[in-house]
Each structure stands twice: as structure tokens, then as C-alpha cells.
């Protein structure tokens, strides 16, 4: 069945099995309106979302909003509350709230940051070091070179990157790539 002008995705309704309390409570921890995840964000995951309401890393990291991010990967695995490889409705208007223009500078040192420590221990490591700079740098540098950068970065945070010293060394401009208007 095609959809007309003014319905609205379908999947169990927009909210996609959603009770309109976990609708209220995905709409009051993301910097979206009720409107904007019924009407933009439900439309994007429709394209993507199988007939269980999810879809793979894969498909979303796909969406055109999506594709211009280095990161996407990274932020959908920290998004996937499952750990399936998939992910639900709310997992993704997450991602999305993660970087939207509405989020605070804090909150968006927070995401970066969480994308960084990838084995979510508090603190970015040699080893977040070098799986960071591999996928941003690939093979533009030997294996090698990049160890001697993590290795210089490593002795002077020995015990990792905190959040705050994170913090410190982004620019607005840094924070300005991890914004998506939505």
C-alpha cells in the first residue's frame, strides 16, 4: 500500500511499538519535538527498518544525513542498547539527538568523548588512540608511525584521557563537525 501525503510512517503507528509513555520518555532525553519524531526522524527510519521495527548498523549508517560522518559507526555501536548489531526506533532518534544542532557543547564533548573510549572504561587509552587515528588516518600512515604518535600521546597520559582534559582540547569548530541539522 502507498502511503498518501499525510500519513504517517507505519509500523505499529510512527513511534514504531512505542506506548505513548516510552514515546514521552524518548521526546524528554533527546532535543527533539514530538513533531520532529513523528514527521522527519519516523520518515528516515521507515527506509531502513525491517517489519521488526529494526535495522541493521549497516542501513543506518547509510542515511544520507549519516554518511558524512567518520564516526557514525562508532556512535551507532554506542547507541545500541541491545548489543544485537541492529537497532531499535529510540536507538536512533538517540544518535541522531546526539548530533543535532539543539544539543549543549557539553553534551557534545560527552558524545565525542564516549566515541573515543571505546572500551567505555573513563578514559581514552593508547589502544582508543590507535583504532581512532587507523580509521581516520587509514592507510596514509604505517602502522608503525601511528604507534610512535599514540606512544608520545601515551606518555603524557599515562593513565588515559579524562573527559575534562578531552574537554579542554576541542575547538567550537571540533564541536561544529559533530552537528547535524535535522
Not at 9 to 18: S, V, Y
Request: proline content about 4%.
Amino acid at each position: 500500500k502507498e502511503r498518501t501525503r499525510n500519513e504517517q510512517p507505519t509500523q505499529r503507528g510512527w513511534n514504531f511499538g512505542l506506548t505513548p509513555e516510552q514515546a514521552a520518555e524518548l521526546q524528554a532525553a533527546t532535543h527533539f519535538t514530538d513533531k520532529q519524531i513523528a514527521g522527519v526522524l519516523s520518515s528516515r527510519w521507515a527506509l531502513v527498518a525491517d517489519e521488526t521495527g529494526r535495522a541493521s548498523y549497516r542501513q543506518v549508517c547509510a542515511l544520507p544525513e549519516l554518511v558524512p560522518y567518520l564516526l557514525t559507526q562508532r556512535l551507532v555501536a554506542v547507541h545500541n542498547t541491545d548489543k544485537s548489531g541492529s537497532m531499535t526506533f529510540p536507538d536512533y532518534v538517540k544518535v541522531m539527538s546526539q548530533l543535532a544542532g539543539t544539543s549543549s557543547a557539553s553534551e557534545k564533548v560527552e558524545s565525542a568523548f564516549n566515541l573515543c573510549d571505546c572500551d567505555q572504561r573513563g578514559a581514552i587509552d593508547g589502544i582508543d588512540l590507535f583504532n581512532i587515528f587507523r580509521l581516520h588516518i587509514g592507510q596514509h600512515m604505517s602502522d608503525d608511525t601511528l604507534q610512535q604518535i599514540v606512544d608520545s600521546f601515551y606518555s603524557r597520559y599515562p593513565d588515559g584521557l579524562g573527559i575534562s582534559d578531552f574537554a579542554q582540547m576541542l575547538t567550537p569548530m571540533d564541536l561544529a563537525k559533530l552537528t547535524l541539522n535535522v
